[in-house]
């Protein structure tokens, strides 16, 4: 329901959300004003609706962005082990150790009030966990025998993620995704 509020926001609110009137500053809920006034008289719903929109576009494109990043560095860490997992990996164990809210801080003050680069910094924050996730995924059903089987066969490492390794981690990802999306927002 708060999706479609959303969505519907430029339809339903009965106000402007810039619109201020300081004469109906701070007022209760009265006429057309549902949730009353701000002490800026600006309309209390109308601003809730648009800040629902935003929340909810922060938190579904920086998701995105966090998952398009995740799952293509676990399932490459994870398919191809070794050197490249231990490398891949130790790049993920520093990157955690940074301060990222500062990063995104300083982002936004170098760039300026961006709301594309904030989806962009929260989601490249947020991948590494996803990160971790499919590649403890991929590393277990590389090692189940219809993928050996496949190897076997000479199937391609394509072949492998699409038919074989992408399948069996859809579920996880999904998971991690709805997670992600309200962290994401309280992040922002």
């Given amino acids: 329901m708060l999706i479609a509020l959303a969505i519907l926001a430029p339809w339903i609110a009965p106000h402007s959300y810039s619109y201020q009137n300081l004469e109906l500053g701070a007022q209760p809920p009265f006429g057309s004003f549902f949730l009353g006034t701000d002490t ?57 150790g940074l301060p990222f809210i500062i990063f995104i801080i300083l982002l936004m003050v170098i760039f300026g009030r961006n709301i594309w680069l904030l989806f962009g910094a929260i989601g490249a ?36 993620f699409r038919k074989h390794i992408f399948p069996n981690i859809l579920g996880p990802i999904a998971v991690y995704a709805t997670l992600t999306i309200p962290q994401v927002m309280l992040l922002e």
Avoid: C, H, P
């Fill in 40 to 96: 800026l008289g600006r309309d209390l719903f109308s601003r809730i609706l648009y800040g629902a929109r935003v929340s909810l576009l922060v938190g579904f494109v920086a998701t995105g962005v966090a998952l398009v990043i995740g799952v293509s560095w676990g399932i490459v860490a994870g398919y191809f082990g070794g050197r490249i997992d231990s490398l891949m990996m130790r790049i993920v164990d520093v990157l955690y």
């Fill in 125 to 160: 924050v947020e991948w590494l966990t996803m990160a971790r996730i499919v590649r403890g995924q991929v590393l277990t059903i590389k090692n189940q025998e219809y993928v050996l089987a496949a190897q076997a066969m000479g199937v391609s490492n394509l072949q492998m």
